[in-house]
């Protein structure tokens, strides 16, 4: 799915936003004056990653990969894609996530909800994906136009204390885990399954909503509008 401003060249006035399904999350390619990914979805996705990008024409201008955060549903892929042009594409992840990514292991998934109790038992069966050296460190906010893309990124701890949020012009953020559906089905956005601190969460997401956030894309269900997002902080 091609979210933005339709267009066949390489460069967009603003950047368009391309939801990619995957097994393990949505990840999203934003497209402007080069490329980036966000997310990548688990160890197998990565051989699909990279089809869909050269489907699309972006695998050439493909500048930075970015891990929202250290779950392995999220870097699997990172590995194969980093493999396609090692000297151009960059490994992006919060100095907080680092770790994880580096070692091919999960940052703590403390359940937050029921089905996270539910769900946690089984985060063991998740393969493990190859740990990847992390090139570019977020330890504040990121501009990211020297990686060609008009937007930031922005630390937004809580599901994770390593979690990061690529916010664009026009409203629109790229949240990762932030929020997300039960199981990625419904239409309302939900607390995380797993949320290291839920108070650093709520301060995350109403971060966002106070730089005009109006459009949050996630890595399990959404989009999700900004009136949503409200509703949500409002019940928990």
Same mark, same amino acid.
């Given at each position: 799915?091609?979210?933005?401003?339709?267009?066949?060249?390489?460069?967009?006035?603003?950047?368009?936003?391309?939801?990619?399904?995957?097994?393990?999350?949505?990840?999203?390619?934003?497209?402007?004056?080069?490329?980036?990914?966000?997310?990548?979805?688990? %160890?197998? $996705?990565?051989? =699909? #990653?990279?089809?869909?990008?050269? *489907?699309?024409? @972006?695998?050439?201008?493909?500048?930075?990969? +970015?891990?929202?955060?250290?779950?392995?549903?999220?870097?699997?892929?990172?590995?194969?894609?980093?493999?396609?042009?090692?000297?151009?594409?960059?490994?992006?992840?919060?100095?907080?996530?680092?770790?994880?990514?580096?070692?091919?292991?999960?940052?703590?998934?403390?359940?937050?909800?029921?089905?996270?109790?539910?769900?946690?038992?089984?985060?063991?069966?998740?393969?493990?994906?190859?740990?990847?050296?992390?090139?570019?460190? %977020?330890? $504040?906010?990121? =501009? #990211?136009?020297?990686?060609?893309? *008009?937007?930031? @990124?922005?630390?937004?701890?809580?599901?994770? +204390?390593?979690?990061?949020?690529?916010?664009?012009?026009?409203?629109?953020?790229?949240?990762?885990?932030?929020?997300?559906?039960?199981?990625?089905?419904?239409?309302?956005?939900?607390?995380?399954?797993?949320?290291?601190?839920?108070?650093?969460?709520?301060?995350?997401?109403?971060?966002?909503?106070?730089?005009?956030?109006?459009?949050?894309?996630?890595?399990?269900?959404?989009?999700?509008?900004?009136?949503?997002?409200?509703?949500?902080?409002?019940?928990?």
């Amino acid at each position: 799915m091609i979210i933005g401003e339709p267009g066949s060249g390489r460069s967009q006035a603003t950047p368009q936003i391309i939801s990619i399904r995957l097994r393990g999350c949505s990840a999203y390619a934003i497209r402007q004056h080069k490329t980036l990914l966000v997310d990548s979805g688990l %160890i197998h $996705d990565g051989d =699909r #990653l990279l089809y869909r990008f050269a *489907d699309l024409d @972006l695998l050439d201008n493909l500048t930075l990969a +970015l891990a929202t955060h250290g779950h392995a549903d999220h870097t699997g892929g990172l590995a194969t894609v980093k493999q396609a042009a090692p000297a151009r594409i960059k490994i992006a992840a919060s100095a907080a996530a680092v770790p994880f990514v580096e070692a091919g292991l999960n940052a703590p998934c403390r359940p937050a909800t029921l089905l996270g109790h539910l769900a946690r038992p089984f985060i063991p069966l998740f393969p493990s994906p190859p740990g990847v050296s992390v090139d570019v460190v %977020i330890r $504040d906010e990121l =501009r #990211l136009a020297p990686y060609g893309v *008009d937007g930031t @990124l922005v630390p937004t701890p809580g599901h994770t +204390l390593g979690c990061v949020s690529v916010v664009l012009p026009g409203g629109r953020a790229v949240v990762g885990d932030l929020l997300m559906t039960a199981f990625g089905r419904g239409d309302e956005p939900r607390l995380p399954l797993f949320a290291e601190d839920v108070a650093l969460w709520k301060q995350s997401v109403d971060g966002l909503l106070n730089r005009g956030v109006d459009t949050f894309y996630a890595g399990h269900g959404g989009p999700f509008s900004a009136r949503q997002v409200r509703r949500l902080l409002e019940r928990v």
